[in-house]
């Protein structure tokens, strides 16, 4: 079945530094990804998202290249902040339609000043 | 853009008692509502998928007479925690797909209730 691994946490970087936080995925077609990201004690926000090989998705300084070759998701930000702290995950459905999201496990990113 | 609403966001209840969560697409309609169960530190795991005005599908290993789900509308959906224990204490995480509303990115999540059992 379809599964998305990501790199374990926490990932602990210093204010400004560069993030990267390494998303693979196995899928049967074309899926869609997606990007989320949860704050303490709170739900999910769409950070961002890509839905064909090559597309780019970017927000909020966040970016991901959807590639199919590699079957990654890799997210990237140039310069993170303290309040970038939070748990992210990487997710997938199987289609370009609205199905069931498998996740990965997050990955906790630790910003300090 | 799309938002879901969810209460309450934090529930302590008494062991055998029953809690209702809620969560209500504010400017959609969800057609689809997904309910995950979040364990510390652990990625969500899919309960149920439960289309408006239909039976909800639960996933291997829920328990369907435990976790009563209601979608009677395209606008509100509920997850009843019958007869709740200590080990049903979790972080409850609603998502809704949809129809209308404007900024629509396919899935939009409430903010979740925890649920303590004591």
């Known amino acids: 079945g379809d599964s998305v691994t990501q790199m374990e946490g926490p990932v602990t970087l210093s204010e400004e530094a560069f993030l990267t936080i390494n998303c693979t995925y196995t899928a049967t077609g074309y899926p869609s990804l997606f990007w989320y990201v949860q704050y303490p004690g709170e739900g999910l926000q769409l950070l961002l998202k890509?839905?064909?090989?090559?597309d780019k998705g970017s927000n909020k300084g966040f970016e991901a290249t959807y590639r199919k070759e590699t079957t990654s998701f890799h997210l990237e930000k140039g310069s993170v902040q303290v309040s970038d702290s939070a748990v992210y995950f990487c997710?997938?459905?199987?289609?370009?339609?609205?199905?069931?999201?498998?996740f990965g496990k997050g990955t906790m990113l630790l910003v300090s000043p | 853009g799309a938002v879901v609403s969810q209460h309450p966001s934090w529930v302590i209840c008494k062991s055998g008692t029953s809690v209702k969560i809620e969560c209500r697409s504010l400017d959609f309609q969800a057609t689809t509502m997904f309910w995950y169960r979040q364990f510390p530190k652990q990625s969500l795991m899919l309960m149920a998928t439960s289309n408006e005005g239909s039976k909800a599908t639960y996933e291997q290993g829920v328990e369907k007479d435990k976790f009563l789900i209601n979608h009677a509308s395209l606008t509100l959906s509920t997850l009843t925690v019958t007869s709740a224990h200590p080990e049903d204490s979790s972080f409850y995480i609603c998502s809704a797909s949809g129809t209308g509303g404007t900024g629509f990115d396919g899935y939009t999540f409430g903010s979740g209730t925890r649920l303590t059992v004591v």
């Open positions: 890509a839905t064909k090989a090559d």
């Open positions: 997710a997938l459905t199987p289609n370009s339609g609205y199905s069931t999201l498998t």
